[in-house]
């Protein structure tokens, strides 16, 4: 029927005419980039689907689409005492490192500051080496830091899944080495 799958955010892509109309719909509803997640048993025939919508600002919120009214009914936030507003926003950057390979970085940065202004900035380091880190949805760590006025930077070494077979390659015996590099080519 379709699949889930994640970029610089999570995304699904449906094979069925009817879930891709649903979610074509749900995505000009729910704000602008908004990742916003379908889940349901029997797809095909189910009366009700689940939506989680969730995006760099939005810890997350649950929806219940009913397909026969045609119909979206808020169910809860997964974080209610959250101001949506007060919080940090997330980019997608490229940045090359030393040896001219293309490293993923994702930056946090604080409410209400400009991007151009200089900042404290702390380093997040995924676990790993062969797993993949971030992407533009919330981050309770990077929001926490980026709240007490630091810019966050998630760099997406080599080695981290999900860029391609040269990135996830370049990182083969480079712990220590090329991935420390990389962290400190992305600051």
Not at 26 to 43: H, T
Not at 52 to 59: I, N, V, W
Not at 67 to 84: A, C, D, I, N, S
Not at 161 to 172: C, F, K
């Amino acid at each position: 029927l379709g699949f889930h799958f994640r970029t610089d955010r999570p995304q699904s892509y449906w094979l069925d005419e009817d879930l891709d109309r649903i979610q074509r719909g749900l995505d000009s509803a729910l704000p602008p980039g908004r990742s916003n997640r379908i889940s349901c048993g029997r797809c095909e025939t189910s009366r009700f689907l689940v939506v989680y919508s969730t995006s760099d600002t939005q810890p997350g919120e649950y929806h219940l689409y009913d397909r026969k009214e045609r119909r979206l009914e808020p169910l809860g936030l997964t974080r209610p005492w959250m101001v949506e507003a007060s919080q940090a926003r997330r980019s997608f950057h490229r940045v090359q490192a030393r040896d001219g390979l293309e490293i993923p970085v994702y930056v946090t940065h604080p409410a209400g500051v400009g991007t151009d202004r200089a900042l404290p900035a702390v380093v997040l380091v995924h676990g790993g080496p062969w797993l993949r880190g971030g992407d533009l949805t919330w981050s309770q760590d990077a929001q926490f830091l980026a709240s007490r006025g630091y810019r966050v930077i998630e760099p997406e070494f080599r080695g981290s899944e999900g860029y391609g077979q040269r990135l996830y390659q370049a990182g083969v015996k480079q712990w220590g080495l090329g991935m420390q590099d990389d962290l400190a080519d992305a600051v």
